[in-house]
């Protein structure tokens, strides 16, 4: 895809979702790592839900690893996977009370190495709780993206490094969450609403389906 159609596909999603922001509630970095932690195979609505409980008793990692595994994988049990999430929280917890005096690291690389911290997660935090620019890739995402062929990629990580390298760093934030919206608005899995996409115009998905609809 050229850069004039990315420009055009940029200005139409800034323009139909100027409010698009984070879906997830939370007060610090920390509240935001667990929560997008949860978020794995679950909405935004069910963790937001299961973390306006949670976080009245156990917001930081020091609180939090107060719990065992049973106690705090009953308190997020409606958010699926239960019992590997549990693990991997009261796990990281640990590491950031241990190596980095209970705060959240700044850094791709630190997050990562986190039990249960994967590109997307470390993206989400980097991004929204410490304003520094990154794409994470969700199924929306991948999907929006593939669709409209600004990024094309078989993997999360292959369609980040594309939509980094087609849009322009200052938007990769902001970017991420029009891409997210859009595919839960419109671009929805099973059935895209193409005939109301306001991006129709642009699409590879829409113009060219022999080549992208399998």
């Known amino acids: 895809m050229d850069k004039q159609n990315i ?3 940029l200005k139409v999603l800034k323009e139909t979702y100027p409010e698009a922001k984070c879906a997830l509630n939370f007060g ?3 509240e935001l790592l667990v929560s997008t932690m949860l978020s794995a195979q679950c909405t935004d609505v069910r963790v937001n839900k299961v973390t306006s409980e949670l976080y009245k008793q ?4 020091e609180k939090m690893i107060s719990l065992t595994e049973e106690e705090l994988g009953e308190k997020i049990k409606s958010c699926g996977f239960f019992r590997n999430k549990s693990k991997n929280i009261l796990a990281t917890s640990r590491e950031l009370v241990e190596k980095y005096d209970g705060e959240v690291p700044h850094t791709m690389e630190q997050l990562i190495e986190l039990p249960g911290v994967g590109r997307k997660t470390a993206d989400v935090v980097l991004s929204n709780a410490f304003g520094v620019p990154a794409i994470a890739v969700d199924t929306h995402v991948f999907r929006v993206s593939n669709r409209l062929g600004i990024a094309k990629g078989t ?3 292959k369609v980040e490094m594309e ?7 200052s938007m990769w934030s902001d970017s991420h969450h029009y891409l997210i919206w859009h595919g839960r608005r419109i671009c929805k899995s099973r059935k895209p609403d193409c005939e109301h996409c306001p991006l129709a115009p642009y699409c590879e998905y829409f113009n060219h389906p022999e ?3 399998s």
Not at 58 to 61: A, G, H, L, R, V
Not at 163 to 169: E, F, G, R, T, V
């Open 163 to 169: 939509l980094m390298k087609n849009i322009p760093k």
């Open 211 to 213: 080549e992208t609809k």
């Open 7 to 9: 420009d055009n596909i």
């Open 58 to 61: 156990y917001n930081t990692p």
């Open 28 to 30: 610090s970095p920390y």
């Open 155 to 157: 993997t999360p990580h």
